[in-house]
């Protein structure tokens, strides 16, 4: 999703930010997750570039790191309005990779 913004490389990992979540599976919690990161990106005019993530059933627990946008260097492409339901996917590989996929409102 930040790539759709803006290149991932030049946002800093300068400040961070906990995001919890929890819905009742995971395209909800995908869900979930996309859109308090769009919530903090807007309150806070902020971008993200690094992430720990950690899911426990159906509790996501994250750190977000970013800082606030400027835009001569960060020149956002578009502004994410929000995670949909659209094409909502969320499984795993034969593999055992996982892969989670939504459309979102620019």
């Not at 803006?6 to 300068?14: F, I, Q, R, S």
Request: proline share 5%; charged share 25%.
């Amino acid at each position: 999703m930040i790539g759709a913004i803006t290149d991932p490389e030049t946002v800093a990992p300068l400040q961070q930010v906990t995001i919890d979540c929890e819905a009742p599976d995971n395209e909800l919690l995908l869900v979930d997750w996309l859109n308090a990161l769009v919530y903090e990106m807007a309150t806070k005019h902020m971008l993200f570039s690094k992430f720990d993530v950690s899911i426990d059933g159906m509790k996501l627990h994250a750190t977000a790191w970013g800082e606030a946008v400027d835009t001569e260097r960060h020149s956002p492409a578009v502004e994410v309005k929000g995670a949909t339901h659209t094409h909502l996917r969320v499984h795993q590989r034969p593999d055992g990779d996982w892969v989670a996929e939504c459309i979102v409102d620019v």
